[in-house]
Each structure stands twice: as C-alpha cells, then as structure tokens.
C-alpha cells in the first residue's frame, strides 16, 4: 500500500447497488494510483457491500470498505469515513463525493490540485455557463437558489453553492472540522462552512477557500435528499445558525 496518498475520497453509499458505476470508479483508479477512495456503507439493505467489497478486491491497496451497524444519514456517514482516514491512513488532501458520480471522480481530483498550503478547503459549484454542461432539474434548481441564498446571508459569504457534493480539504482542516457530529443530516455542508469560519475568521475565507465552477454535473435519478425536505429545512438552518452563532 502507498504509504502517503495524494488524495483520499469518501463516498457515502446507501442501497446504491443499481447506482454504483463500477466501471467509472476502475478506469479511474487504475489512472490514479496516488489516490484511495473510501467508501462508507451506510447501513445499505440491498447488496451494495458486495458491490464495494468487489471494487476492493480488484485494488485493494486503492480501496477502502466500511460499513455503519445501521443507517445514520449522509453527515454522520461522510464523518464515519473521514475519521476512518485520519486514523487510519496517511494523505495530503481528503474529499467526499456522492456516489452516483454526479461529479466525476476526474473532476473531484483536479479540484484537489487547487488545495495547496495556502487553499485548505475547495469546492465544486454548479454553476451553468455557456461552456459546462450543468445538467439540473428545473424545480431542483429553483429551490436550491432560494435555499443557496439564504445560506449565504447566513454565512455572510459570497457563496454560490455551498450544497455540491464534491468537496476538499486538507488533512490538518479535516482533523479540526469533522470531529464532532453534526446538527443536520443534509445541511451538515452549511456546518462546515461556520466551522471552517470559527478556524480562520470571515475575513480570511477568500483567501482560504477556493469556490470552482465545475465542467460536468448530472442530476441523476433517485436522489435520497426528497423534495418535501424543503419544508423543513429551514428549521435545520435555524438550529445551525443558533448555534453557531
């Protein structure tokens, strides 16, 4: 096993047995050898463990299959498996990433680059310009940019998105950030953000950070975040912003 990893990515999985793109995450690990990814099977009922323990076998010195006893939510699963690292792994940059892919693997780790000892956190932004391909449902889209902008005033930061799932931090930022459980299972991105904050100060994030239109995101089918969630979560925002205020 490479002792020092350039890059490790977490991806939470729950019954993602018909999802799992297999095929992607091999032709990926077998051009990036200095990267290991971390799957995080959360409490799956379907066969999703097969699937990832076959992805193990085929590089089992790239991959990384936990399990959680039960289902605990995407924030707890993403903390699982970044503690799982820091404990027992060597890396210089750790990322989560959603697990149908809708930000590719490739895409996630030219993200990392940009991570340097200046940047200690990235982030991937679906930002829909004439030269990406930005593929989002019109009433997801439209919902998220009234939940986005009222993150931002919450943060106080000019933020575009602060929900996409790929994002980068390096080893010591992920140490300090993702040791305690957060408040939301879906928003624990906006707790992030604030803890990232009471770190470096409001006026150190431009510096710090690196917000990065992404070239490719697909909204695929069957997302686990369902649509009635916009009703509550403005009092998961409340909560958070209580409490880190």
């Known amino acids: 096993m490479i002792k020092q990893f350039e890059l ?12 799992l793109d297999k095929k992607r995450m091999l032709n990926f690990l077998e051009a990036q050898k200095n990267v290991l990814l971390c799957f995080v099977n959360d409490g799956s009922s379907d066969n999703t463990l097969e699937v990832l ?30 503690t799982y690292c820091n404990k027992n792994l060597k890396f210089n940059k750790i990322a989560y990433l959603d697990a ?28 829909k310009k004439i030269d990406t391909n930005i593929q989002r449902k019109t009433s997801r889209f439209l919902i998220g940019r009234v939940i986005a902008t009222f993150i931002s005033k ?11 799932g790929c994002k980068i931090f390096d080893s010591k930022l992920s140490k300090n950030i993702f040791n305690e459980k957060f408040i939301s299972k879906w ?11 009471k770190i470096y100060g409001e006026e150190k994030m431009h ?7 992404l070239k490719s995101w697909i909204d695929y089918d069957d997302s ?11 009092l998961d925002l409340y909560r958070i912003q209580k409490h880190y205020k």
Request: positive net charge; hydrophobic residues 40%; charged residues 25%.
């Open 187 to 197: 928003l624990f991105d906006v707790e992030l953000f604030h803890r990232i904050i």
């Open 53 to 82: 323990n076959s992805i193990k076998i085929a590089y089992p010195n790239n991959v990384e299959a936990i399990s959680t006893p039960k289902n605990v939510g995407k924030a707890e699963a993403v903390r699982t498996g970044i």
């Open 224 to 234: 686990k975040v369902k649509m009635t969630y916009f009703f509550k979560l403005w």
């Open 8 to 19: 490790c990515i977490v991806i939470p999985c729950y019954n993602e047995e018909k999802r």
């Open 154 to 164: 919450q943060l106080k930061l000019g933020v575009y998105d602060t929900q996409c």
């Open 100 to 127: 149908d892919l809708a930000t590719t693997l490739e895409e996630c780790y030219e993200i990392s680059k940009l991570v340097t000892n200046k940047v200690v956190f990235a982030f991937g932004s679906r930002i």
């Open 207 to 213: 510096k710090i950070c690196k917000e990065v239109p």
